[in-house]
């Protein structure tokens, strides 16, 4: 037999994120202070995520390029989408009609 489920508790809303507010145009003196101002943190990706991006990054004339020179991720992606287009046109030529 099986056992009711319970309700979990539900968190609560997110809350709205509010884009900062533009500050009026700086003058040349005032940017180098602002710029001292912003935090920045180094940031560094592994190299698995760098090769993400950079797959997700690259031109169609870059993803023929490394299929020509034999890549297989990009064969597979070319191949993908040549199949896509295919079916697209086949469905456009010849729509099907149901008749209920």
Sequence with gaps: MSSPVS????????????????????????APAEAAAV??????????????????????????????AGDHQAKALLAKQAAAKAAAEAVTEHPTHVVA
């Design 7 to 30: 309700s979990a508790p539900q968190a609560p809303p997110p809350q709205p994120v509010q884009a900062p507010e533009r500050a009026p145009a700086a003058t040349p003196q005032a």
């Design 39 to 68: 935090p920045s943190d180094p940031v560094q990706l592994s190299s698995a995520a760098q090769a993400a991006l950079r797959e997700a990054t690259e031109t169609p004339a870059q993803t023929a390029k490394e299929a020509g």
